[in-house]
């Protein structure tokens, strides 16, 4: 019982892997839905608060400790409870295998364009497996501090693209993404799956009840947290990123290369620095989730 509030919302937002989430997904989601497309990651996170009430409720007054399976048997019975457990089990471990393959990925371009040195992806994929798993056994509060270390700086760095962008792009400035005309859109709704998709194990709060000091106390608190900060985090970045070019320029320069969107506005408002530091956090990112 050594986690406390902040060590069970470092563990889950890592988890969700921000900065992975916003360069990988985000793109797709401003080219698909529109300059709207940050007001779905706001949209899952009212929604999911709203669900965090009853589930906390019942995770506070249940005393089988499981994963989300545990409470959709207790609520809609045995059988879709099980049904949901095989679901979860298969497509985290589906999850898995795709994150693996794209660490490897990620982390041979990273060694190659900043360090000049080339490994095969597998054999990194296999380095990143076992220092997950060595960090699985000294602890899930060794995990935590690890992960916060990881998020802060994650963090940090789009903070910074933040506001390189607003100091340079202060007088120019749309809201264009709250306009209602843009958000009630059919593309819009073809994207809410990536909103929520965003805040993938974020439920897993409830799972670190034996490990915290006061379950009853942070548990609520670091859910609520978690859910509040990546609804902001993901929607005012995004949002911020698509003014580094502006509404009516933005989905022809994600359609030019998706996987550069980010790091073509680290570039040009940042420097190069940030690109090479951009490409090392998100493999860190990744290994987070």
């Known amino acids: 019982a050594a986690l406390g509030t902040w060590g069970v919302v470092f563990l889950v937002v890592s988890a969700a892997a921000p900065l992975s989430v916003l360069a990988g997904i985000g793109p797709l989601a401003v080219l698909i839905g529109g300059v709207s497309a940050p007001v779905v990651y706001a949209v899952a996170g009212i929604v999911l608060g709203v669900f965090a009430i009853g589930f906390l409720f019942m995770a506070r007054n249940l005393k089988p400790m499981g994963g989300f399976y545990t409470y959709i048997s207790v609520g809609l019975g045995k059988v879709v409870g099980l049904a949901a457990g095989f679901l979860a089990w298969v497509s985290y471990n589906l999850l ?31 380095i990143g497996a076992v220092l997950v798993f060595g960090l699985a056994a000294l602890g899930v ?3 935590a501090k690890v992960l916060g270390v990881l998020l802060v700086l994650e963090t940090a760095l789009l903070v ?3 506001i390189a962008i607003l100091s340079q792009r202060a007088g120019q400035l749309q809201f264009g993404t709250f306009a209602p005309e843009n958000i009630f859109t059919p593309s819009m709704f073809a ?21 915290t000091r006061n379950p009853d106390r942070s548990i609520p608190r670091a859910t609520y947290i978690a859910v509040a900060f990546l609804a902001i985090f993901y929607t005012a970045t ?15 320069v994600i359609a030019q290369d998706p996987a550069a969107f980010f790091f073509t506005a680290m570039g040009t408002y940042v420097g190069e620095w940030g690109v090479s530091v951009m490409f090392v956090l998100i493999v860190s990112s990744i290994f987070a989730g």
């Open 96 to 126: 898995q295998i795709g994150l693996w393959g794209l660490f490897g990925v990620m982390a041979q371009g990273m060694f190659a364009t900043v360090f000049g040195i080339d490994i095969a992806w597998w054999v990194l994929a296999l």
């Open 141 to 143: 509060d060794v995990g």
């Open 160 to 162: 910074v693209l933040a």
């Open 191 to 211: 994207i809410l799956g990536f909103g929520f998709a965003a805040f993938m194990g974020f439920e897993s709060t409830v799972l670190y009840r034996s490990e």
């Open 238 to 252: 995004l949002w911020l990123v698509i003014q580094a070019f502006g509404d009516a320029d933005v989905q022809g």
